[in-house]
């Protein structure tokens, strides 16, 4: 997805990384409606008052991983990687969105 699939649009978000998540806020929040965390179908949840959202919603999911890699599927963003490494790869897709490679 480019840039302007968010703009004027809830982002949803789930998140295993405070310091990723900021890093997609501090350069989305300008362009979205506004964001919700949220809880992907089919899948844990850990907060059962978030509401549950598919791949058809801009779904953003951070997540803890032995793998570094940025995968999308439909409208969701798997941003994977180690806890160290998860704002450098959330920098990588936000650079992705913006068209800066």
Do not use: H, M, W
């Not at 570094?68 to 990588?92: T, Y």
């Amino acid at each position: 997805n480019l840039v302007n699939k968010y703009s004027g649009q809830t982002l949803y978000i789930s998140s295993q990384n405070q310091n990723a998540e900021l890093e997609i806020y501090r350069n989305l929040d300008q362009i979205i409606l506004r964001r919700q965390y949220a809880c992907l179908e089919n899948e844990t949840c850990a907060d059962k008052s978030f509401p549950v959202k598919t791949c058809q919603d801009n779904f953003i999911l951070i997540q803890e991983s032995n793998t570094s890699e940025i995968n999308q599927d439909g409208n969701c963003v798997f941003i994977k990687g180690s806890r160290e490494n998860l704002p450098k790869i959330a920098d990588e897709f936000l650079f992705k969105i913006l068209g800066i490679e």
